[in-house]
Protein backbone atom coordinates (compact mmCIF):
# COMPACT_ATOMS: atom_id res chain seq x y z
CA UNK A 1 0.00 0.00 0.00
CA UNK A 2 3.12 2.04 0.07
CA UNK A 3 2.30 2.87 -3.84
CA UNK A 4 6.20 1.32 -4.73
CA UNK A 5 6.61 -2.14 -6.61
CA UNK A 6 9.80 -3.39 -5.46
CA UNK A 7 12.71 -5.62 -7.49
CA UNK A 8 14.18 -8.09 -5.27
CA UNK A 9 17.07 -9.58 -5.95
CA UNK A 10 16.40 -13.82 -5.78
CA UNK A 11 19.84 -14.06 -4.39
CA UNK A 12 20.37 -11.58 -1.72
CA UNK A 13 17.18 -10.29 -1.41
CA UNK A 14 18.25 -6.84 -1.72
CA UNK A 15 15.77 -4.37 -3.34
CA UNK A 16 17.17 -4.06 -7.50
CA UNK A 17 14.94 -0.85 -8.21
CA UNK A 18 11.74 0.30 -7.10
CA UNK A 19 9.07 2.11 -9.19
CA UNK A 20 6.86 4.98 -7.46
CA UNK A 21 3.31 4.50 -9.04
CA UNK A 22 2.00 7.43 -7.22
CA UNK A 23 -1.13 5.86 -6.13
CA UNK A 24 -1.49 2.62 -3.76
CA UNK A 25 -1.48 -1.04 -5.11
CA UNK A 26 -3.91 -3.29 -4.50
CA UNK A 27 -4.53 -7.40 -4.72
CA UNK A 28 -5.24 -6.59 -8.87
CA UNK A 29 -1.73 -4.81 -8.59
CA UNK A 30 -0.22 -8.09 -9.28
CA UNK A 31 3.20 -7.57 -11.46
CA UNK A 32 3.63 -9.66 -14.11
CA UNK A 33 7.03 -10.28 -15.44
CA UNK A 34 7.84 -10.82 -19.18
CA UNK A 35 11.60 -10.99 -20.89
CA UNK A 36 12.21 -7.17 -21.25
CA UNK A 37 9.15 -5.79 -19.05
CA UNK A 38 7.11 -5.97 -15.60
CA UNK A 39 3.70 -4.96 -16.15
CA UNK A 40 1.77 -3.49 -13.29
CA UNK A 41 -1.85 -1.81 -13.33
CA UNK A 42 -2.11 0.93 -10.80
CA UNK A 43 -5.39 1.54 -10.07
CA UNK A 44 -6.73 5.22 -11.59
CA UNK A 45 -3.63 5.46 -13.61
CA UNK A 46 -3.55 2.74 -15.96
CA UNK A 47 -1.23 -0.15 -17.05
CA UNK A 48 2.67 0.32 -16.96
CA UNK A 49 5.22 -1.20 -18.46
CA UNK A 50 8.00 -1.03 -16.50
CA UNK A 51 11.93 -1.92 -18.17
CA UNK A 52 13.84 -4.78 -16.94
CA UNK A 53 16.96 -3.98 -18.10
CA UNK A 54 19.49 -1.05 -17.22
CA UNK A 55 20.75 0.21 -13.83
CA UNK A 56 19.12 3.13 -12.71
CA UNK A 57 17.47 2.20 -8.91
CA UNK A 58 14.44 4.20 -9.18
CA UNK A 59 12.51 2.81 -12.71
CA UNK A 60 10.24 5.45 -14.68
CA UNK A 61 7.30 3.52 -16.47
CA UNK A 62 8.64 3.23 -19.91
CA UNK A 63 4.68 4.09 -21.04
CA UNK A 64 1.29 3.64 -19.32
CA UNK A 65 -1.57 2.49 -21.29
CA UNK A 66 -4.69 4.06 -19.29
CA UNK A 67 -7.17 2.40 -20.25
CA UNK A 68 -5.35 -1.09 -19.66
CA UNK A 69 -6.63 -2.86 -16.16
CA UNK A 70 -4.68 -5.92 -17.03
CA UNK A 71 -1.84 -7.78 -19.12
CA UNK A 72 -2.98 -10.78 -20.88
CA UNK A 73 -0.01 -11.53 -23.01
CA UNK A 74 2.76 -10.41 -25.42
CA UNK A 75 4.69 -11.14 -28.81
CA UNK A 76 8.30 -9.64 -30.38
CA UNK A 77 5.99 -6.59 -31.04
CA UNK A 78 2.94 -6.06 -28.78
CA UNK A 79 1.49 -6.36 -25.71
CA UNK A 80 -2.20 -7.58 -25.58
CA UNK A 81 -3.97 -6.08 -22.58
CA UNK A 82 -7.69 -6.09 -21.58
CA UNK A 83 -9.48 -2.35 -21.39
CA UNK A 84 -11.70 -0.91 -19.22
CA UNK A 85 -14.33 -2.13 -21.71
CA UNK A 86 -12.65 -5.51 -21.86
CA UNK A 87 -11.79 -5.62 -25.43
CA UNK A 88 -8.42 -6.35 -26.28
CA UNK A 89 -5.79 -4.16 -27.28
CA UNK A 90 -2.32 -4.40 -29.15
CA UNK A 91 -0.42 -1.68 -27.61
CA UNK A 92 2.91 -1.41 -29.18
CA UNK A 93 5.76 -2.29 -26.46
CA UNK A 94 8.11 0.03 -27.40
CA UNK A 95 5.78 3.64 -27.45
CA UNK A 96 2.41 2.81 -25.50
CA UNK A 97 0.67 3.41 -28.21
CA UNK A 98 -2.57 1.40 -29.28
CA UNK A 99 -2.32 -0.12 -32.90
CA UNK A 100 -5.65 -2.14 -33.01
CA UNK A 101 -8.95 -3.48 -30.59
CA UNK A 102 -10.35 -6.55 -30.49
CA UNK A 103 -14.52 -5.85 -31.61
CA UNK A 104 -15.22 -8.11 -28.74
CA UNK A 105 -16.18 -6.64 -25.22
CA UNK A 106 -18.55 -9.62 -23.89
CA UNK A 107 -15.28 -11.48 -22.78
CA UNK A 108 -15.66 -11.32 -18.20
CA UNK A 109 -12.71 -13.65 -17.30
CA UNK A 110 -9.47 -12.93 -18.28
CA UNK A 111 -6.20 -15.22 -17.81
CA UNK A 112 -2.56 -13.95 -17.43
CA UNK A 113 -0.09 -15.62 -20.30
CA UNK A 114 3.11 -14.62 -19.33
CA UNK A 115 5.16 -17.39 -21.81
CA UNK A 116 7.44 -15.82 -24.28
CA UNK A 117 6.94 -18.89 -26.70
CA UNK A 118 3.34 -18.26 -26.71
CA UNK A 119 1.27 -14.93 -27.37
CA UNK A 120 -2.28 -16.88 -26.70
CA UNK A 121 -4.69 -14.95 -24.84
CA UNK A 122 -7.40 -17.08 -23.06
CA UNK A 123 -10.83 -15.64 -21.92
CA UNK A 124 -13.74 -17.03 -21.07
CA UNK A 125 -17.71 -15.32 -21.36
CA UNK A 126 -20.23 -15.16 -18.61
CA UNK A 127 -22.08 -18.60 -20.10
CA UNK A 128 -19.06 -19.97 -19.51
CA UNK A 129 -17.59 -20.41 -23.42
CA UNK A 130 -13.71 -20.49 -23.09
CA UNK A 131 -11.65 -19.33 -25.64
CA UNK A 132 -8.38 -19.00 -26.91
CA UNK A 133 -7.56 -16.08 -29.02
CA UNK A 134 -4.58 -15.38 -31.33
CA UNK A 135 -3.64 -11.80 -32.89
CA UNK A 136 -4.05 -12.22 -37.00
CA UNK A 137 -1.04 -10.13 -38.25
CA UNK A 138 -0.45 -11.23 -41.44
CA UNK A 139 -3.01 -10.75 -44.80
CA UNK A 140 -4.35 -14.26 -45.55
CA UNK A 141 -3.91 -15.56 -42.06
CA UNK A 142 -7.23 -17.20 -40.61
CA UNK A 143 -7.48 -16.75 -36.79
CA UNK A 144 -7.58 -20.14 -35.28
CA UNK A 145 -9.85 -21.70 -32.59
CA UNK A 146 -8.24 -24.27 -29.93
CA UNK A 147 -11.69 -25.56 -28.83
CA UNK A 148 -14.98 -24.38 -29.51
CA UNK A 149 -17.59 -26.62 -27.61
CA UNK A 150 -21.08 -26.90 -28.18
CA UNK A 151 -23.54 -24.67 -26.90
CA UNK A 152 -24.49 -27.18 -24.46
CA UNK A 153 -21.07 -27.86 -23.47
CA UNK A 154 -20.03 -25.81 -20.29
CA UNK A 155 -16.32 -25.30 -20.20
CA UNK A 156 -15.81 -22.85 -17.00
CA UNK A 157 -18.24 -21.33 -14.67
CA UNK A 158 -17.77 -18.93 -11.83
Request: glycine share 6%.
Amino acid sequence: MDSKLYSLDINTGRVRWTYYAGKPLRQDSSPVPTTNFVYLYVPQIGLAAIDKGGKVETRPAKWIFSRGRQFLSSDEKYAYVRAEDNSIVAVDKQTGQPRFTSRRTDFRFFATNSNAKDSSIYACTPGGMLYSVRAVLKPGTVGEWVMAPSPLETVARN
